[in-house]
Structure formats: C-alpha cells, structure tokens
Nanobody, 121 residues
C-alpha cells in the first residue's frame, strides 16, 4: 500500500506565498519522478511542475520564475514553493509520484487527494 498526502494549502492574498508538501509513505522501494498538478473549478487538471530522480525540473510556462519544486529523497517528500501568487493560481493542487514498491518492479503512478489553494485579489 502506498499513500501520498499533501499539505500546506490555504487562503492567501495575491502576491503572497505558500509552500505545499507531499509525503509518500507505505511500501516504497524507489521513487522516480514526482510532480504537481492542479485543477481549477470547471477546468481540466493541468500539469504544473515535475522533478526527476536526478533533480532536474520542468515547469509550465505560467509558473516559471514563481514556483519552485524540490524533493527530500530521504523523506520521500516533494515540495512546491509558490511565490507571487495570482488569483488564476487558485485550484486544488495534487501531487503524483512514480513509485516502485520493490526491486525491479514496475513503477506505478500514485496520486494524493489534493490540497486547496485559494488566492484572493
């Protein structure tokens, strides 16, 4: 059994900051990529950022320069530091991770339940 649990969401004024965390727990051998997605009301889920096992990162254009993804491999945790937040960043933020539960196992993608981020204007 593997679980991903996000935390750190909340209500913030435009221009403010939030730091999201996502901790993976359970039967984990290794974690490859970890990423963040978001879904605003009435819209499809969209990719936000990804960090690979080697530490390389990518971001969607609209968050470049404002968001930073990082990870703590010892704690199986990924973080999303969000600065200069805008009302259009309002969404439920979900993390995911590609996890192998034992050596040479297939990597399955697991998802967290999401955390609400609301940015007021």
């Amino acid at each position: 059994q593997v679980q991903l649990v996000e935390s750190g969401g909340g209500l913030v004024q435009a221009g403010g900051s939030l730091r999201l965390s996502c901790a993976a727990s359970g039967s984990i051998f290794s974690i490859n990529t970890m990423g963040w997605y978001r879904q605003a009301p009435g819209k499809q889920r969209e990719w936000v950022a990804v960090i690979r096992s080697g530490g390389t990162t990518d971001y969607r254009d609209s968050v470049k320069g404002r968001f930073t993804i990082s990870r703590d491999n010892a704690k199986n945790t990924t973080f999303l530091q969000m600065n200069s937040l805008k009302p259009e960043d309002t969404a439920v933020y979900h993390c995911n991770a590609a996890i192998a539960r034992y050596a040479r196992a297939y990597e399955w993608t697991y998802w967290g339940q999401g955390t609400q981020v609301t940015v007021s204007s």
